[in-house]
């Protein structure tokens, strides 16, 4: 078996990211919200969400980003998230 990988990423279509309740982007989360201009918070707000465990929050069309998808969770899993730099 010949496994090869390439330094080039392909186009996402879709990008899902975390919060933590009180609707805190986690990891790329920020960072994308930041590419968007804090398009990311605004629909947050807008909607609702709050980030707790199996909320999400879908943001289709926002300027410099795939369509978005941000899913609540545990606490726990917010902390293995921050640490793991996702």
């Known amino acids: 078996m010949k ?20 609707a805190k ?4 989360a920020v ?8 398009a990311l918070k605004r629909a947050a ?7 707790k465990k199996n909320q999400t929050l879908v943001v289709p069309g926002v300027e410099g980003l795939p369509h978005s998808a941000c899913r609540g969770c545990w606490p726990w899993q917010a902390r293995r998230i921050e640490s793991a730099g996702f």
Request: no cysteine; charged share 30%; glycine share 12%.
């Open 3 to 22: 496994i090869s990988f390439e330094s080039k990423s392909p186009k996402a279509d879709v990008l899902v990211v975390f919060a933590a309740e009180g």
């Open 25 to 28: 982007l986690l990891g790329a």
């Open 45 to 51: 707000e807008a909607d609702k969400f709050t980030g």
């Open 31 to 38: 960072a994308a919200d930041k590419k968007a201009g804090g």
